[in-house]
Antibody, heavy 121, light 106 residues
Framework: EVQLVESGGGLVQPGGSLRLSCAAS????????MHWVRQAPGKGLVWVSR????????NYADSVKGRFTISRDNAKDTLFLQMNSLRAEDTAVFYC??????????????WGQGTLVTVSS | DIQMTQSPSSLSASVGDRVTITCRAS??????LSWYQQRPGKAPNLLIY???TLQSGAPSRFSGSGSGTDFTLTISSLQPEDFATYFC????????FGPGTKVDIK
């Protein structure tokens, strides 16, 4: 069974940093594109970032480019999102997600339960 | 970035109704279009990808069609568990989601 478990969320002050982690199990982690998607309270889904299977290719939404960094450790089946210079508008539930199949670069087939990031003073 | 719009933003329907949701892209995305369902307090769930491919485990009452810029999600006979919010997503370039369509009980 595919499992994605996020951690690292919490309350942070504007301008601060957080590092989210996503522990994957139940599949060959090193074969899949992985994504972060966020959802502000009561709002829609916003794609944040993706990374290819070996970590050599990354993409970001314009709203986080230069502030967030996605990475992965295939030896530990773990995905990361380093978030710097956080703003109030970054407040959201952050979901870790896996491509629907090995070839999928954009469609997400599996989601974690999400971790809440709150940016507030 | 490619912008996605959805219509309507919300709709009210009854169990057994046929429901259609429309998604439009700001430029052609071929058939790189996916649909997700999200129930309150839950993570999204993939229903359809590549415009019309039903994800494993998704009920056959869900179907998708379209190409280029205009796409539709159809629920042939609405069931109680289908009351949720539906999002489209383009995967032609760096992914973007539509704003969502909330389906609630009439």
């Amino acid at each position: 069974e595919v499992q994605l478990v996020e951690s690292g969320g919490g309350l942070v002050q504007p301008g601060g940093s957080l590092r989210l982690s996503c522990a994957a199990s139940g599949f060959t982690f090193s074969s899949y594109w992985m994504h972060w998607v966020r959802q502000a309270p009561g709002k829609g889904l916003v794609w944040v970032s993706r990374i290819n299977s070996d970590g050599s290719t990354t993409n970001y939404a314009d709203s986080v480019k230069g502030r967030f960094t996605i990475s992965r450790d295939n030896a530990k089946d773990t995905l990361f999102l380093q978030m710097n210079s956080l703003r109030a508008e970054d407040t959201a539930v952050f979901y870790c997600a896996r491509g629907v199949n090995i070839a999928a670069t954009g469609t997400v087939g599996y989601w974690g339960q999400g971790t809440l990031v709150t940016v507030s003073s | 970035d490619i912008q996605m719009t959805q219509s309507p933003s919300s709709l009210s329907a009854s169990v057994g109704d046929r429901v259609t949701i429309t998604c439009r892209a700001s430029q052609s995305i071929s058939t790189y279009l996916s649909w997700y369902q999200q129930r309150p307090g839950k993570a999204p769930n993939l229903l359809i990808y590549a415009t019309s491919t039903l994800q494993s485990g998704a009920p056959s009452r869900f179907s998708g069609s379209g190409s280029g810029t205009d796409f539709t999600l159809t629920i042939s006979s609405l069931q109680p568990e289908d009351f949720a919010t539906y999002f489209c997503q383009q995967t032609y370039t760096t992914p973007t989601f539509g704003p969502g369509t909330k389906v609630d009980i009439k």
